[in-house]
């Protein structure tokens, strides 16, 4: 049995093997809407969402599959006591796979340690997200035609940002990939991604302040918003908050074919104007995350035939 915990817990042949299905459900949807037929997922999102559920929801229900869960924790027997242990033991009795998201690291990892389902990670407080890194992957693919040689910047709270820190993890794995990470010094990545994933792999990275000095080099441009859930002081994240605003004129110097993704929700990062922008790509990647959902479904249940 595979659960989904961490970006690495996929090869990079798996993970092109998932991409690939992913393409293909795109192009040919009929072929699999009932390839989960009998099958149930369970969202147990014990953090709000819009898109991870909704489309982790949306992909089962396309693949003839159903859903049962729930969307806070206050409505289930978790506001009584019971512990995740004990959670998803009982809820692999009734569903075939489950997705969590929890505002605790490693709360999805303890959970795969009990379920006798496969446990997807679907957010863990400020460390991972990997489905959300599964779908910038397919975006980028769609969106670039590859996903090697490329320079990167992810622009804004890359110290609470856990869909950054699974796309930096991911993305190190291609060759000719250069990383800019763009933040004010209050919200810069994580010691322990530089030091144990991005210098490992012998990656180009610089630390910059000024989105407006990185935009020309850049091929891809991933803006974050900053996690006001994840600061313990609300006057810093005010202050923190509007540092990046990513408008009509700051990209008048970025590239012709560079492409713009946020994981989303957005707040002020990206000003509405921007989304006329070809370039503009968020709400495709939308789109990418429900059919790479699919496919991650029908691999962890073995029914990516
Ligand atoms: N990108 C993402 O995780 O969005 P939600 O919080 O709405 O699920």
């Known amino acids: 049995m595979r659960h989904l915990i961490d970006p690495m817990d996929l090869s990079v042949e798996e993970l092109d093997k998932i991409l690939s299905l992913a393409g293909e459900i795109m192009t040919n949807k009929a072929k699999y ?44 027997s978790v506001s009584k006591g019971e512990s995740i242990e004990d959670t998803v033991r009982v809820v692999g009795c009734f569903a075939d796979v489950i997705a969590m998201r929890h505002p605790n690291e490693g709360a999805p990892l303890l959970a795969s340690m009990y379920s006798p389902v496969p446990v997807i990670n679907a957010g863990d407080g400020g460390h991972n997200h990997p489905t959300q890194t599964l ?24 110290k609470f940002g856990r869909t950054v820190h699974s796309l930096v993890k991911a993305m190190s794995r291609y060759e000719g990939i250069k990383f800019v990470f763009i933040s004010p010094k209050e919200l810069k990545i994580p010691e322990y991604i530089l030091t144990e994933v991005v210098e490992p792999a012998g990656i180009e990275y610089e630390e910059v302040t000024s989105l407006e000095d990185a935009m020309p080099d850049l091929d891809l441009l991933y803006m974050t918003r900053v996690q006001r859930e994840r600061f313990f002081n609300e006057a810093d994240y005010i202050r923190l908050k509007d540092t990046y605003i990513l408008d009509v004129k700051k990209l008048e110097s970025a590239k012709e074919d560079m492409v713009i993704l946020h994981p989303l929700p957005r707040v002020n990062e990206i000003s509405p104007e921007v989304d006329k922008d070809p370039r503009a790509a968020y709400f495709r990647q939308v789109m990418y995350g429900k059919y790479v959902r699919m496919a991650l479904i029908l691999t962890l249940l073995g029914l990516n035939y």
């Open 135 to 158: 779908t910038d992957l397919l975006t980028i693919l769609h969106e670039k035609k590859r996903l090697d040689n490329m320079t990167i910047g992810l622009c804004g709270d890359l």
């Open 33 to 76: 809407s009932e390839r989960c037929k009998g099958k149930k997922i369970a969202t147990l999102f014990y953090e709000p969402s819009t898109r991870t559920r909704l489309s982790f929801e949306s992909a089962m229900l396309e693949l003839g599959g159903s859903v049962i869960g729930f969307s806070e924790a206050s409505s289930s």
